[in-house]
């Protein structure tokens, strides 16, 4: 008996804390180490299938997994 390969493929949600939370968490951390200076998180959905995903399916999913705040964007580099 042969079994055929799963697919999992990612979808990056939203963010997963809202501003009051991350400033609250930041204050806590920072407690432990002062060179910590953000907090950020966000939500990955990850997708089991039996085969890979048409581009039509990959949108529709997208589309059903965007809901609540944007990730903010941060800068790239330090």
Known sequence: MTSTPKQ??????????????AQAL?????????RIVGVHARHVHWVWSEAALSGADAQRLAALLNYGEPMPVRPTGR
């Open 8 to 21: 999992l493929t990612p979808f990056e949600g939203g963010n997963a804390v809202s501003g009051f939370r």
């Open 26 to 34: 930041l204050q806590r951390l920072q407690g432990v180490s002062a």
